[in-house]
């Protein structure tokens, strides 16, 4: 694949669709099991992560196709709060990592073009990021290997942070 018929585009409020499709496949599914209704994603705990985007102080990029236009792929940063913590949640101040590729795109280095980039771009205040992460999700390892470490691990899901240097 050539990064070259791709480009990177800002997130922005008319794109809820297209993040309720994300937000969808953003859900780990392991080997062998079959896919939850679509209607799980309209869940209170999952719909925050996308509910009421704000450009102003949301960060999220996605991949678009050069010549088709279409979108298939995105990762986006997200501020929770004591009182409505994300399943990534370490503090307010450190926003979480949501990311997600549509499946017959996955496995061509998009999940790190995407994570670099918003790595690239943190404003100047925000030296941390979190997630969350199944222990047996295989992009666990391009976590890793992007330099997010293991805050902590409960139940087989790890709650992973990168720090800037």
Known sequence: MSYSNYYLKS??????????????????V???NSLPSRNIIYDPNLYKYIDK??????IGVMVVDEKTSKK???AWLRLFCQNNKGYGYISGDIPELSIAIYPEYRGNGLGTLLINHLINELPAHINSISLSVDTQNPAKR?????????YSINDGT???????L
Do not use: V
């Open 30 to 32: 392991g080997e062998g």
């Open 158 to 164: 790890a709650i992973m942070i990168f720090n800037k």
């Open 72 to 74: 298939f792929g995105a």
């Open 11 to 28: 997130i922005e409020k008319g794109e809820l669709s297209f993040l309720e499709d994300m937000l969808f496949y953003a859900i780990y």
């Open 53 to 58: 985007w704000d450009k102003n102080k949301d």
């Open 142 to 150: 391009l976590y890793e290997r992007l330099g997010f470490k293991d």
